[in-house]
C-alpha cells in the first residue's frame, strides 16, 4: 500500500464560493458535535428594484438561542428612508419566533454603530486600528427584556434643571466621580479647574441633575454651543459612584441631547475621560481622534461625536 499523496498548502487571493461554503459548512457540523446544538437556519431579507433586481438587503443566521447578522447594506441613495430599520424590524421579529434571546453582529466605527444603538444594541467589544485609526465593534441587542426592570430604574430618579446656588455641591459631586477612577490627589488637584459647574450656565438653564426619590443629587450635565453653527460641547456629565450603572447616565445624556436640539443642535462633541469612552460609543457617538486635554498638560484625551436627531 502506497504513502498518502501529501496535502497542498497553496494561498489564494481568489478563492472560489463553493470552497469557502465547503469551510463554512464544516465549521458549522463541528460546532453541532461538539455542542449538540442543531437548529442553524439562514436568515435573508433583500431590498429589490422595480425590475426586481437585489440592490441591499440583510443576511445572517441563527444558531443557538442567538441571531448573528453577517451583512446589512442599502445603497447610498436610498439611505434616510427608512429601509435599514426596516430590515432590521424583519430580523428582530423572526429572530424572536425562533426563540432567539440576542441579536449580535460586528460594525466598524465608520459605518453604522450610531444607527445600530439607536435600534437598541449595545457596544460590548472593540478592536483598535482595524483598519488603522479606526474600531472594529461588536454590538449585542437583548431579546425580550422585561421592561419592568427599565420602569423601576426610571422610577428610581428624576431630571431637572439645577437650581441656584447647587454650583458648589454639584462641583464637588464630579470631584467624587473622577476620583472614582482611582486618580492620585495630584491629578484631581490639576484637573479640578475643569470640574467646576458654573454658576452662570445654572441661570442660562443649560445644567440638568439626576435626583433620587429622596431628593439626593445623583448626577450632573452640561453642556455648550461652540462657534461653529450647530455644534455643541458636553463639558460635564459625572454621576454619583454610588449611582453609576443605573441608567442615570443615559437618562442625563438624552437629557442634555434634547437641550442642544431645541436650540439647533445637530452634533455635539465629546471630550471623554478614557475610562468613559466606551459608555459613549454604546450610546452610538463615534469616536473622531484625540484632543489635549484642557485641564491637564500633555494629556490627550479621546475626542468622540455624536450626531443629534432631529
Not at 437598541?120 to 427584556?145: M, N, S
Not at 450656565?201 to 439626593?216: C, D, H, K, P
Request: glycine share 10%.
Amino acid at each position: 500500500m502506497g504513502e498518502p499523496s501529501p496535502q497542498r498548502l497553496e494561498l489564494e487571493t481568489e478563492p472560489k464560493p463553493g470552497d469557502v461554503q465547503l469551510l463554512e459548512q464544516q465549521i458549522y457540523e463541528f460546532n453541532v458535535q461538539t455542542t449538540g446544538i442543531a437548529d442553524g437556519k439562514l436568515l435573508a431579507s433583500f431590498l429589490r428594484d422595480g425590475e426586481r433586481r437585489v440592490v441591499g438587503g440583510v443576511f445572517g443566521w441563527t444558531w443557538g438561542a442567538t441571531c448573528y447578522v453577517r451583512y446589512l447594506f442599502v445603497p447610498a441613495e436610498a439611505r434616510n428612508r427608512g429601509h435599514g430599520s426596516r430590515l432590521m424590524a424583519i430580523v428582530e421579529a423572526e429572530a424572536s419566533a425562533r426563540g432567539c434571546k440576542q441579536i449580535v453582529l460586528e460594525t466598524h466605527d465608520f459605518q453604522a454603530p450610531q444607527f445600530y444603538c439607536k435600534l437598541g444594541f449595545e457596544i460590548t467589544a472593540g478592536v483598535c486600528d482595524y483598519p488603522v485609526g479606526h474600531q472594529y465593534l461588536t454590538l449585542v441587542k437583548r431579546l425580550g427584556l422585561e421592561r419592568g426592570k427599565e420602569a423601576a430604574q426610571a422610577a428610581f430618579f428624576r431630571i431637572r434643571r439645577a437650581l441656584p446656588g447647587e454650583a458648589a455641591s454639584l462641583s464637588r459631586l464630579c470631584m467624587r466621580s473622577k476620583a472614582h477612577w482611582r486618580y492620585d490627589a495630584q491629578f484631581l488637584e490639576r484637573a479640578s479647574s475643569s470640574l467646576q459647574i458654573d454658576p452662570a450656565a445654572i441661570e442660562a438653564g443649560r445644567v440638568f441633575v439626576a435626583t433620587g426619590e429622596s431628593g439626593g443629587v445623583l448626577g450632573v450635565a452640561d453642556c455648550c454651543a461652540l462657534p461653529e453653527p450647530g455644534a455643541f460641547d458636553l463639558l460635564h456629565l459625572f454621576i454619583e459612584p454610588s449611582s453609576l450603572r443605573q441608567g442615570v447616565g443615559r437618562a442625563l445624556f438624552e437629557a442634555a441631547c434634547a437641550w442642544c436640539v431645541a436650540q439647533g443642535g445637530r452634533r455635539l462633541l465629546i471630550q471623554s475621560d478614557p475610562n468613559a469612552a466606551l459608555f459613549y460609543l454604546r450610546l452610538g457617538a463615534r469616536l473622531i481622534g484625540e484632543t489635549p486635554s484642557d485641564a491637564v498638560p500633555d494629556r490627550m484625551l479621546p475626542l468622540l461625536e455624536y450626531r443629534l436627531a432631529r
